[in-house]
């Protein structure tokens, strides 16, 4: 008989990673397991007649992605988003990615891969992470969409497609390789977090593109001079005393910020930005607010409230 707590442990996190992939979305990944999971439960004595669990899972958590994608519309070729993120320890310069949690190996995770997904159909997202991710995933995709191979196939070639026009439209250098042997890279990261921390106009639009992207929840901004003031007003609204961590999102460099509050004597996050820069400037960045995602970012808590 199925110990289902230990089938539950064996199973979770390479369907979280799955179910993530699929969605760009932590919250809607764990929601997701916990429905597949659930699914598996409730087949009961059923569950050991099935020979391939890991198909069968694959499949069962690929039908639920697939129901909530298709309550929202793919981006538009001009809109900008990012994904939820996943903290890794280093960038993806090697096509492997170190997730900080458990010290998993989260294989294309990195926003080079899930940024295009964002534009794709939900059936198309489905190809592309099923024939990346999984043994015989062109035949898992054709079961769950219940297609033939060839209409697989041409979704494929459709998908594709929309990469190659997501990748034209937005330029390469939007996600130029960030390594620690990039030191003008590292360098112009430096100095945007100093400025941050100066909470200065000038010195953040000085390290902008022109056309620089920011994100913050629904609200997206263009423009060096329109982020440099979103920024600032952000910081302000955090709080006067605040502290930034370095760190990897996505195998990209990013921070969290600390603010200090005084009636509880401690630092607290109040926010992430994962930022996109090449050696010159700061091309896009997204800040992140969630208490659920900023909870599981692991940094040292700043020591004291004096700077």
Known sequence: MIDLEKYTQEYWGLMRQHAYRLTGSILDADDIVQDTMLRAI???PALENIEDHSEWLYTACTEAALSRLR???PLEVNEFDLPDLIQTRDSSANGEIKSIEADAVWPSVALEFLFPLQYMTPEQ???V?????VEDGDRIAASVMGVTIQEVFKIADNADKKRAQIHKYWGKNLFSESTDEQEKAVRVFGRFVEALGFRDKVL?????SPGVEFIVRDERRTGDDFVAVACT????????KLTF????FNGYRGVLIWTWRTRRNEWLRCGAIIVLNDDFNVKAMKWYLDGHLLRVIQAEVPQTSSN
């Not at 007003?233 to 006067?240: A, C, F, K, R, V």
């Not at 961590?245 to 990897?248: A, E, I, K, L, Y």
């Open 204 to 208: 953040l639009q000085g390290l902008m």
């Open 71 to 73: 309550e929202k519309k």
């Open 233 to 240: 007003e952000l910081l302000g609204q955090m709080g006067e």
């Open 245 to 248: 961590s370095p760190v990897w």
């Open 42 to 44: 409730e087949m009961g």
């Open 125 to 127: 997202r489905a190809v």
């Open 129 to 133: 992470v099923l024939r990346d991710g």
